[in-house]
């Protein structure tokens, strides 16, 4: 973007919650079934039919709140959102409008604390198909009706980078509490964002609220719907961000619609002019009385907050002395964060308490862990596309497998032979060391023997060491190394090519 603009970024995020009913009914909830399973007259919008309030759902909906720092409405209620779509099977949606379950609260993305309006209970619509090579549109009512929570940030979010963690920490959240799946490629997150371009100094935030400077005028926000993964989330806002400047500087106003984001092409596309709250003649819900939130039920539900992920990632660097980046990638699932702690747990079995400090032992152990998790086991379940939760490898075995390599009973290259071979059998590691012959070679007087045997078939790489080409040691490392098939100690190793090679 040319200095001259700046871009004002809010967040639509809405999440399918994880009830056992539907929002206003006692269909199963649940989209994955057989196409129009799930559904009743009250669902389906037939008339005389009266909805009732799941109170799982606002549970949920107070609980995501309260660990986002909101303020919570004592008194809520629903409102009719009016419009007309062939998937609303009402011809309205049941929502919340000026009084929201939970307003004015904050997440925090490094440091920066992201201000969010509301977030409010709603019901969700159907799925509208449009076979490929038909005329036709079809309709699965399964997920009408199904709990749906809409979480809206302030206009404060600076740039598309911020804006996709912004998401990501989101979902980590709401999968952290058992809220939702939130998997945005099977549709139970969908975010949406509004996207304006301004020149610099031209405005100023205001209680809420984007206001021109004296003299100055702003231009229109665009909403961009349905961005269904993180990576569209960044790319839609940054394409939008670059069309609008454009436009801008052409001489072109900006129009206030709502466009969609077309994948094969990357880009955005114009779908119809933004509707205002007026457009939806909101009134309150006749069928459904006002909520009535009691204090009681809510220090019950605020017990239900576990440790959240910016928690875990500051614990992660303080106890375990991770890098936060590293920590930031196992924390992101919680399945994962917690068997790595049931690791480090094992693991504290074999600190040496007459070695160095326990603490330095234990963030060693904690580190080596961590590293194993994610540049050897994480490649096997991202081929697989499986879970933690889902291996045959326990959290004492992986233990008992770094503890080998701390002890130096094998080496690195060893280590990930038998790892893989846990991952598709499991197995005990020692077991499976003591079968293969696998142990660390480190007896000095063999690895001697091997090395002078290949110094004396490389004569010119032993002869371009001693002259000052360093480099020529990684090749005598290898060449042991594949002579004892991965088996000798590499510090060892080394050690004896240098003095050999004086």
């Known amino acids: 973007m040319k200095n001259k603009y700046e871009a004002i970024i809010g967040l639509e995020i809405h999440a399918e919650l994880k009830t056992n009913s539907k929002m206003f009914c006692a269909c199963k909830n649940s989209a994955q079934d057989s196409p129009n399973q799930n559904t009743c007259p009250i669902c389906l919008g037939h008339p005389g039919t009266l909805p009732v309030v799941n109170k799982e759902a606002v549970k949920l909906t107070l609980l995501t709140g309260l660990a986002l720092n909101c303020k919570i409405n004592l008194q809520s209620k629903f409102d009719r959102k009016n419009y007309f779509y062939p998937d609303l099977p009402k011809g309205y949606q049941i929502s919340q409008y000026d009084l929201p379950l939970c307003y ?7 440091g920066d604390k992201i201000e969010i309006t509301r977030i409010h209970l709603e019901e969700d619509t159907g799925k509208l198909m449009h076979p490929e090579g038909s005329s036709e549109s079809i309709i699965d009512f399964n997920r009408a009706g199904a709990p749906l929570m809409e979480m809206v940030s302030e206009p404060v979010i600076k740039n598309s980078q911020e804006a996709k963690k912004f ?7 709401l999968r952290y509490l058992d809220i939702s799946s939130a998997d945005m490629e099977k549709g139970e997150m969908r975010c949406e964002a509004n996207i304006s371009v301004q020149k610099k100094g031209a405005w100023i935030y205001e209680e809420g609220i984007i206001k021109a400077k004296k003299g100055e005028k702003l231009n229109n926000k665009v909403e961009v719907k349905n961005l269904n993964s993180f990576k569209t989330v960044e790319k839609a806002i940054d394409y939008e961000i670059k069309r609008q400047t454009e436009a801008l500087e052409n001489g072109e106003e900006i129009k206030p619609e709502t466009r969609g984001w077309n994948e094969k092409k990357s880009e955005t596309v114009a779908q119809r002019m933004k509707e205002t709250s007026a457009d939806y003649r909101y009134f309150p819900e ?4 006002p909520l009535e939130i009691s204090g009681k039920w809510l220090e019950e539900i605020k017990t239900e907050i576990c440790e959240l992920p910016e928690q875990k990632i500051k614990r992660f660097k303080k106890e375990y002395g991770l890098e936060e980046e590293l920590s930031e990638v196992i924390v992101s699932d919680k399945d994962t964060a917690n068997w790595l702690e049931q690791v480090i747990s094992e693991l504290r079995a074999w600190i040496d308490v007459e070695g160095d400090s326990w603490e330095r032992q234990n963030r060693k152990l904690s580190k080596l862990a961590a590293n194993t998790l994610t540049s050897g086991l994480f490649q096997f379940l991202k081929a697989d596309k499986k879970n933690i939760t889902e291996i045959k490898i326990t959290a004492e075995n992986l233990a008992e497998l770094i503890s080998l390599l701390y002890r130096e009973k094998i080496n690195k290259i060893t280590a990930n032979k038998i790892l893989e071979i846990m991952y598709k059998e499991g197995g005990d590691p020692s077991d499976i060391m003591e079968k293969n012959n696998w142990q660390q070679e480190d007896n000095t007087d063999k690895l001697t023997e091997v090395i002078k045997e290949i110094i004396k078939n490389h004569p010119q790489q032993a002869e371009e ?10 090749f005598f490392i290898g060449q042991v190394m594949a002579k004892t098939k991965g088996k000798a100690n590499p510090t ?10 004086k």
């Open 104 to 110: 004015s609260g904050y997440l925090d993305i490094d």
């Open 167 to 173: 998401c990501q920490r989101y979902q980590q959240i």
């Open 286 to 289: 006749p069928d459904i009385p």
């Open 465 to 474: 060491y001693k002259q000052g080409k360093d480099t020529l040691l990684k």
């Open 492 to 501: 060892k190793v080394q050690e004896i090519v240098k003095n050999q090679l």
